[in-house]
């Protein structure tokens, strides 16, 4: 969306938006800021500066090593289809192991 409302082209935004999905598949911190510095090279300044305040903290949050982390679970890719995502949440339930803790 900021790329039409800033007079960009369909080129400007596939070539944005295969940046952030870069950004997302980095595999860890090192590779996600060694990414962005190399990405922001070739940015325009305006879209350097709207990633910078609008969009960097949430896409670092949501990247792949940030995410899997979190959860411990194989990552399978990065994907905005429902059902595919939660086709991928009921596998990775079933294969998961209960633990019986002994509290007493």
């Not at 596939?14 to 952030?20: G, R």
Request: glycine share 2%.
């Amino acid at each position: 969306m900021w790329v039409k409302n800033s007079g960009g082209n369909l080129a400007d935004e596939n070539f944005y938006s295969s940046c952030i999905r870069q950004l997302l598949d980095a595999s860890n911190a090192d590779q996600f800021d060694s990414i962005l510095t190399e990405m922001q090279a070739r940015w325009s300044p305006a879209f350097s500066e709207y990633f910078s305040e609008c969009l960097e903290t949430a896409v670092k949050a949501s990247a792949s090593f940030a995410t899997c982390r979190v959860v411990a679970l194989p990552y399978h890719g990065i994907t905005n289809n429902v059902s595919e995502s939660y086709n991928r949440v009921l596998k990775d339930f079933q294969n998961w192991k209960v633990w019986y803790i002994n509290l007493y």
